[in-house]
């Protein structure tokens, strides 16, 4: 490698090194890049090649002394209950004095609300029903007018290996439940990634602030569940009626209910160029799938 390309390989911190951050800390390290991942934990995973790990936990006063000339960050982690962030609190002065040149925030589409089954874009009102969502409205908010080179992408539920139905069909858990009109958007972790990189990979001037990043096919989760089932060769529950169901769920598993919405990736997928890996939870499924039963193999 000659010295220019070791002075302009990224130098790539990832705050919060969860499922989404460690995916895309591995594909920034395989584009040669260094990569710091905080963790909670005082003693953080052992590391990978590459990847090194600082931990990070306000309430434990774990405040890591950033390295230097970091020139890309990307945000994982969500915000408290009441709309503040660790990451913004605690380590925002150290990112400004960074030479930075893009920092990705992971948002949700929940700053959206309910519209009822419509279709919501990056222009559509923000009216958060949902007090966590609230809270990420306050927060993307916050990170947006930072004063640093903030993107903010709007994600709805992550799916991928290790985060498919497959499990609770297997251990009979699953509950295939029936709302009528009801759809949910998602996307899978390597489309996270893949937009992410994408994003970054344009001039800056390029960048919108706020990218939805889901797939084509909004859709109930009973056809989801069902495809799963399909996948493994096994039976379906038995279907119950939301309003049968909904005395016996967690305000948690409630909340997922109450907003209903279908998220457009028109800015990302036409006018950004951005092509899906996986247009659908078919082969996203189906991927995750072997992916699963390929590291099992190897365990
Ligand atoms: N999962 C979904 O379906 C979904 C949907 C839409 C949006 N999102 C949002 O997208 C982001 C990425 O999701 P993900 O599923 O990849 O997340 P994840 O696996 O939970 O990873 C988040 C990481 O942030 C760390 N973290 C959380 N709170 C922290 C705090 N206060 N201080 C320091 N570190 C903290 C977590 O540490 P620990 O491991 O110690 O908890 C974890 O390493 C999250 O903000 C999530 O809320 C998720």
New binding site residues.
Partial sequence: MTDQAVKSAPRVLVI??????QRFAQAMVDQGAEVWL????ARPEAPRKGMQWLA???SQDLIPALPEQISHVLV???P?RDGRD?ALEHLLDALSRQPLQWLGY?S??GVYGDSAGAWVSEGSPTAATLPRSRARLKAEEAWLSSGLPVQSFR????YGPGRCPFDQLRQGTARLVHKPGQVFCRIHVEDIVGALLHCMALAAHERPAVVNVSDDVPCPSSETLGFAAHLLNLKLPVYRRFEDIAPELSPMALSFWEDNRRVSNTLLCQRLGYELRYPSYREGFAASLMEEQASQKKA
């Avoid at 905080?38 to 934990?41: A, D, G, I, V, W």
């Avoid at 994600?155 to 992550?158: E, F, R, S, V, W």
């Fill in positions: 919060g090194g969860g499922y989404s951050g905080t963790q909670r934990s990070f936990d306000a994982t982690i969500p408290n660790d992971l949700t589409t994600l709805p539920a992550i």
